[in-house]
Each structure stands twice: as structure tokens, then as C-alpha cells.
């Protein structure tokens, strides 16, 4: 696709609740980050793959945080029994190598509020 | 660990003033910096970036050079517009880490006619 996209743009979700996020990257970037930004504040990393494997899951917040690609492509961020504090924006971006230095382009990002 | 630290905003400033956002980092090893900026109600977009000492990143009218005996990465532009207004962010990235970014907490910028 011509950028990265990201559904929904906005969730609410009842604290406790399960909720799914999708990114669907640039074709063919091997790259996958997902990142949390809280208002006001800079992005903080959540995770990432290079194609399916998740190489670095460090910025998960708790075991309430699971992110997969399972096929390579496609990137799910699932929150379970949400919080209030998980209430951010939550970024995707791509890029087309790893290793490397690439430039990592970000999609419009999701909106979560949890009440 | 790798840290970002900008200055904090808003930046008010006047159409044609000149603009500066100090930025400085720590980290480990050699880390590629970059500049991001997030225009009103859009994603976050690459601005410039420089990946190694020395080394000037320039786009749309804004510098910043990688100053490694500093550990500084300011950003400059010389005659800003109404349209510059946004939010800006430092990020620096470690190939050895993955390529993550660790971003600052952004400065808002605003320019008034």
C-alpha cells in the first residue's frame, strides 16, 4: 500500500475489556514497530519483528500486552483486561531492512481510551 | 540506557524568526539521531536525520548537525512559516539494539502571522 495503516483510528473500550489493534505495514518492509505515546508525551517502544519473528518485546508494559505477525505482514497489538493507564496512542512503523539503518515510517496511530 | 532529553515547549515565535530546539542524548555506542515531526491531526513523519559524527541532516529549510563530543542534535531553521507549527521529536536509534527508536518528549512549536 501507498503508507502504513492502522484500525481502528479511535477505540473506546470499559476498563477490563479485551481490545485488538491492527497494523497493516508498507508492502514488503521487513520491520514491524509498535510503539505507545501517552498525551503529551514522545513515543515509547512497545516491540518488534523483523518479517514473523518478534525479536524484542522489552517495552511491553505487562503480560497484558501480546503483539504477533504471524504471517510476516500484518501486525496485531492485543491488550487484555485494559486499564486506564493503557489509554494512548499506539503507533506502527515499518521500515524495509533491519540491521541497517532505515528510516521507520509511522502509520496515523490508534487512539485507545479507557474509561 | 539510551535517553533523549529536548527542551520543553511551546515555542512561540513570529513568521520569518529563526527557530532553534536544543536536543541532547545518551547513549551507548554510535547512534544514528533523527528529527520527526507531527503536523496537526497527521502521523509522525521523518524530518532529517544524520548517522554519524559530523554528519549535517537538512530537508525543508531545517538543519541539524550529529555532535558527538556535545552529544547534541539541534534543530535550526532560519525563516519559519505559519505552516512549520507542529510538534517536534529528537529520536536517536542503535543498529545493535534493533534499529528501536528512543524518543524526547517533543517540543510544540507555534508560529503566528
Known amino acids: 500500500g501507498a503508507g502504513v495503516s492502522q484500525s481502528p483510528r479511535y477505540k473506546v473500550a470499559k476498563r477490563g475489556q479485551d481490545v485488538a489493534l491492527r497494523c497493516d505495514p508498507i508492502?514488503?518492509?521487513?520491520?514491524l514497530f509498535w510503539y505507545q505515546q501517552a498525551l503529551g508525551q514522545g513515543p515509547e517502544f512497545l516491540t518488534y519483528?523483523?518479517?514473523?519473528?518478534?525479536?524484542?518485546k522489552s517495552g511491553l508494559p505487562s503480560d497484558r500486552f501480546f503483539a504477533e505477525r504471524p504471517e510476516g505482514s500484518v501486525s496485531t497489538l492485543k491488550i487484555q483486561r485494559t486499564q486506564q493507564e493503557d489509554s494512548a496512542v499506539y503507533l506502527c512503523?515499518?521500515?524495509?531492512?533491519?540491521?541497517?539503518?532505515?528510516?521507520?515510517?509511522f502509520g496515523p496511530g490508534t487512539r485507545l481510551t479507557v474509561l | 540506557g539510551n535517553s533523549v532529553t529536548q527542551m520543553e515547549g511551546p515555542v512561540t515565535l513570529s513568521e520569518e524568526a529563526f527557530l532553534t530546539i536544543n536536543c541532547t542524548y545518551t547513549?551507548?555506542?554510535?547512534?544514528?539521531l533523527f528529527w520527526y515531526v507531527q503536523y496537526p491531526g497527521e502521523g509522525l513523519q521523518l524530518l532529517l536525520k544524520a548517522t554519524k559524527a559530523d554528519d549535517k541532516g537538512s530537508n525543508k529549510g531545517f538543519e541539524a548537525t550529529y555532535r558527538k563530543e556535545t552529544t547534541s542534535f539541534h534543530l535550526e531553521k532560519g525563516s519559519v512559516q505559519v505552516s512549520d507549527s507542529a510538534v517536534y521529536f529528537c529520536?536517536?536509534?542503535?543498529?545493535?539494539?534493533?534499529?528501536?527508536?528512543?524518543f524526547g518528549g517533543g517540543t510544540r512549536v507555534l508560529v503566528k502571522p
Open positions: 519483528f523483523q518479517n514473523e519473528a518478534q525479536l524484542d
Open positions: 508492502s514488503g518492509h521487513v520491520s
Open positions: 512503523a515499518s521500515s524495509s531492512m533491519w540491521g541497517t539503518e532505515d528510516t521507520q515510517y
Open positions: 547513549a551507548t555506542g554510535y547512534p544514528s
Open positions: 529520536a536517536l536509534a542503535r543498529i545493535a539494539a534493533g534499529n528501536k527508536l528512543t
